[in-house]
């Protein structure tokens, strides 16, 4: 086969708010090849990916994304390694290619396992998918009776792991972040996984980090997530020596194996978060979810938006049965929600499993599609490179 | 003041080559505050970084660039450190921000200078500038024989230190580029500082790179650059404990101060090389140098374009004596050479001066703006997000 298509389309809620919120908006990618179509996505600002697709080449080294994947053969896994071994060096200095390249890929998995009747993971060489236990992952309410409402509810659907995140903590007091702590946990139950997510919000400061440790200690907390941006490596490893019970997450930033491997072997990481539409696709976070199991390191996917992008990002690790638990996402947006005819629902002991069917096992709804799709059109030096493509 | 405007101005040759030659466009940001403009430049790829200046929101992470400056007060330094702290709190999920933050950041630096009436330098707290010994930077010939007779021509033209890329080099055989590099060094002479760039073509194949190491030596070459990617820092590590006097120099991938710490830290590198239009600007480029000197890693610009570029690219080492040697570029294509009124030219000793002037001493002509411009417009949902601005 040779890929004949590559069709980005720009999705959105009407109206996107200023919250931590990533469902609002989607960047969905549709790849053709042999009469197969493959769906992929990538993650955040669709606008900015789009023009990575198809901009102008600056020199030998900086080329639209397009121009390594348009025309290539495409008939097996090794065929999508090679495809992304050429976006990065084609696309060296253009530095948003790894997030455009990882829907591509992702888009190129699904085609695959379709062609050959067989789920992802199983072109993974995964023999066997493990269930997941889903944590409900939300924002931290306004207050902290919110947040101890929000995760009784959600304890009473059936979570038995919960995340909270981003909204007001971090950016207040200590002690202000410990009574949501609390709350949460309350909410939930003493016997709960009780997960927080500082959203950076430290960037690398590891004094604001180390006032909020005592409380999560208190509360039980598994882990405490992302307290500084993906860089700052000296952070992470000085505040990881403090922290005790409550382990340390962080990676979703990591856009491609190295820098993951970086965090993996330098952070003190309990646990590396990958997001498959940001790493450069399913290619990279498989590495990644390897290196970590050899590394001691448990992974754990990074999903706030559809269900197309969780199955995205369940294959890489469907494999490793002790790293058990999964993001789930439980407040997203209507545009998330409707956008998938397949949802990866909880079974009735609350686990998650990874679509058996052939490829992702979740396609997209061309209704829903149209509903959301934002018109846009790029043009440069008076020829039009981009157009909302036909559905 | 505040920021009133912040513009992007697309330029490009008529014709872009498929070579390793980064000067064939350019992406001019011009910032205006309180009566003062100061001009900056983005590296590479700019329609993507205008897509990102302008995209709409995608969540509270992932805001576009322009969101952090406009409307920003713009007294001084701190308010510069500040707007890009805000630029990557507000844009954390948007790749191509640090490269846009960039030009933005450049910018802001001259227009302060410009205010205070001072060298950007000296806003730096850089005492006194001290000359740079500049290395011609240019292609690797198609052959050996090619590569000689440039070496030569350079060496005629009065540059002792020469750096040959990309090109055939690392592509063919090891033999193939050992004739190249003895060619550089025959036309250069035995004397002159030998300089040679690999522009990442091993990826992290460490057994492909060490295959070159015996021709380099041979020839004296004072550093080997970019043997790898810039995240594959345990290749450079390893390749570092075999190259003897051939130092590594890389970093030019780098586009926040963590990755340039990472390779101080880790790679082994001689030379750490950053560009200022990637890097987030002049600020980040500031904080590497500082850390590099203390590391005992000598701090050298990267820098293929225009003479704006190259202002920008000297001011964070200006004040660093004993890092002497700095990129220069000697076969830019016209748009980079007319682009600037003010040129920074070597003086009676072959030595390039910071420029004195305030800002950074480097204006761009408004007839090559015009000249050169490319004509882009973004359209998302009906709204008109981008049209090429008034000069």
């Not at 600002?45 to 290539?72: E, N, T, Y």
């Not at 638990?325 to 609350?350: M, T």
């Not at 992702?360 to 909302?388: N, S």
Request: hydrophobic share 40%; charged share 25%; with cysteine.
């Amino acid at each position: 086969m040779k890929i004949e298509s590559v069709d980005f389309f720009y999705l959105s809620m009407p109206e996107v708010l200023d919250i931590g919120d990533g469902s609002q908006d989607a960047l969905l990618v549709r790849v053709r090849a042999g009469g197969f179509v493959g769906w992929g996505e990538c993650e955040a600002a669709p606008l900015v990916s789009i023009a990575s697709l198809v901009c102008p080449m600056s020199h030998s080294a900086c080329k639209p994304v397009q121009a390594s994947v348009l025309g290539q053969r495409l008939d097996g896994p090794e065929d999508i390694a090679r495809i992304g071994r050429l976006v990065r060096d084609n696309s060296l200095d253009l530095l948003q290619a790894d997030h455009t390249l990882a829907g591509i890929d992702i888009a190129l998995w699904d085609l695959i396992g379709k062609r050959r009747g067989v789920p992802v993971f199983d072109l993974l060489g995964t023999k066997r998918a493990y269930p997941k236990t889903p944590y409900a992952s939300l924002l931290f309410a306004e207050t902290a009776e919110g947040t101890r409402t929000a995760a009784r509810a959600l304890r009473e659907r059936g979570f038995t792991a919960i995340k909270f995140g981003w909204g007001p903590y971090g950016r207040g007091s200590a002690k202000a972040d410990a009574d949501q702590v609390q709350a949460g946990r309350e909410g939930l139950g003493p016997d709960g996984h009780l997960l927080v997510d500082a959203g950076t919000v430290w960037v690398d400061d590891v004094d604001r980090a180390r006032e909020r440790l005592a409380a999560l200690q208190q509360c039980g907390a598994m882990w405490l997530e992302e307290p500084f941006v993906s860089g700052a490596i000296d952070a992470y490893a000085a505040l990881a020596k403090e922290s005790g019970a409550v382990k340390l997450a962080g990676g979703e930033g990591c856009h491609n194996f190295h820098m993951a491997k970086h965090m993996i072997d330098h952070a003190g990481l309990g646990y590396v978060q990958i997001d498959t539409g940001r790493i450069g696709g399913i290619t990279d976070a498989k590495l990644v979810a390897d290196y970590a199991a050899k590394r001691g390191v448990t992974f754990v996917n990074h999903t706030f938006t559809t269900h197309l992008a969780l199955s995205a990002s369940l294959q890489p690790f469907a494999g490793l049965e002790s790293h058990r638990i999964c993001e789930y996402p439980v407040e997203a947006k209507p545009l998330a929600i409707e956008l998938c005819r397949d949802r990866i629902e909880r079974d009735a002991d609350g686990l998650v499993h990874v679509p058996e069917t052939p490829g992702l096992g979740v396609e997209p709804d061309e209704a829903a599609i149209r509903k959301y799709l934002v018109e846009t059109e790029i043009t440069v030096g008076g020829k039009l490179l981009y157009r909302t493509p036909a559905l």
